[in-house]
């Protein structure tokens, strides 16, 4: 039995996760969340709660929004708080710039989970190809779905239907491919699926 936690800044992250890693996830493998109040609050309390996690044969991920900062500098913020953990087989990903990246990246899985029409014939449009590159992407989301879309409620609603082959998301095929390497058992290459 191996144990996957996920560190995430927000709850609809979790939300997300909770449709998708059915998809992924071996049955030996138990996901876990430890969800925070946003980015301070994980950059606070994450080397702590790596400090004293004491479960064994168990595998960390944590999972942030880049927001309006630079990627690479976020990622090692996170990577030496995990270091000093004395955790750093600890895998960081960051959602380019925020998680709705990874829902607008596959207008399917929007239409279907919010019960919409019409949302997927968009998805051939030159910004929803490449999804990532958006400054708001909640933004975005939240005007295409005529405010349908809330971050909590829609994420549990989408998630389930997010296609893991055919989405337009970098940041999201990697943090897919990520989670597929740790349950391999080739936890020791994951830095190369970045």
Same mark, same amino acid.
């Given at each position: 039995m191996m144990m996957l936690v996920f560190f995430l800044e927000e709850p609809s992250a979790e939300e997300m996760l909770k449709g998708v890693l059915p998809k992924i996830l071996p049955k030996h493998v138990v996901p876990r969340y430890v969800v925070f109040e946003g980015? /301070?609050?994980?950059d606070k309390q994450l080397e %702590?709660?790596?400090? #004293?996690?004491?479960? !064994?044969?168990?595998?960390?991920?944590v999972m942030r929004d880049q927001?309006?900062?630079?990627? %690479? &500098?976020?990622? /090692? @913020? =996170?990577l @030496?708080?995990?270091g000093a953990a004395k955790r750093p087989d600890t895998i960081v990903r960051i959602a380019c710039h925020e998680l709705e990246s990874f829902y607008l990246g596959d207008l399917r899985a &929007?239409?279907? +989970? =919010? +019960? =919409?029409n019409g949302l997927s014939k968009l998805q051939k449009k030159r910004k929803y190809r490449a999804p990532d590159n958006l400054p708001n992407p909640a933004q975005e989301l939240i005007s295409l779905t005529k405010r349908f *879309? /809330?971050? &909590?409620s829609g994420s549990r609603a989408? +998630? !389930? #239907?997010?296609?893991l082959k055919n989405n337009f998301s970098h940041s999201f095929n990697v943090l897919v491919r990520t989670i597929k *390497?740790?349950?391999? @058992?080739? *936890?020791? @290459?994951?830095h190369e699926t970045s």
């Open positions: 980015k /301070q609050d994980l %702590r709660r790596l400090k #004293h996690w004491k479960t !064994p044969n168990t595998r960390f991920l927001d309006s900062g630079d990627c %690479r &500098v976020i990622k /090692q @913020n =996170l @030496n708080k995990c &929007v239409e279907t +989970g =919010l +019960g =919409l *879309y /809330q971050k &909590v989408i +998630g !389930p #239907h997010l296609d *390497y740790i349950v391999s @058992n080739n *936890y020791e @290459n994951i």
